[in-house]
């Protein structure tokens, strides 16, 4: 959470960023394709690619945001239930450090006036999938 801090901080107010203010990127990478080609993915390009996730633009809703409300449409008496029931799956639920960001921005996001009034709740508990989070989804519809 502090490094995205961090990141948030280096954004000046007309939106551009300030480099200087950013904290230095994770490693870069090497992932083998096919034959001897070689993809290469900078350690800032890998940090930046899902905090679109996470980043709430003009009409834009961040994924903490689109989980409460959908969590605030459900009856009441289904809530406590629902934010210490959730499981993350899919290919981007396996990257280092997701499931904590959500559950991180979640509980930052319910301390907020839009959700603290309407959400009783401040923790979210968050479970294993049964599976390899990549493709828990499927199995479902497998049987």
């Not at 901080?9 to 870069?28: C, H, M, R």
Request: hydrophobic fraction near 40%; charge should be negative.
């Amino acid at each position: 959470m502090e490094r995205a801090r961090l990141y948030q901080s280096a954004v000046t107010e007309d939106g551009a960023v300030d480099a200087s203010k950013l904290p230095p990127a994770p490693p870069d990478v090497d992932y083998p394709l096919d034959g001897n080609k070689i993809l290469h993915v900078s350690g800032r390009i890998r940090e930046t690619a899902t905090e679109v996730l996470f980043d709430q633009v003009e009409e834009e809703q961040a994924l903490p945001n689109l989980i409460l409300d959908a969590i605030l449409k459900c009856p009441i008496h289904a809530r406590k239930a629902l934010t210490q029931s959730i499981v993350v799956m899919g290919g981007t639920a396996m990257l280092p450090g997701f499931r904590h960001r959500l559950q991180m921005e979640l509980s930052d996001l319910a301390e907020s006036p839009k959700y603290r009034e309407r959400l009783a709740i401040r923790t979210f508990q968050f479970h294993d999938p049964p599976a390899k989070e990549n493709y828990t989804a499927w199995l479902g519809g497998n049987n």
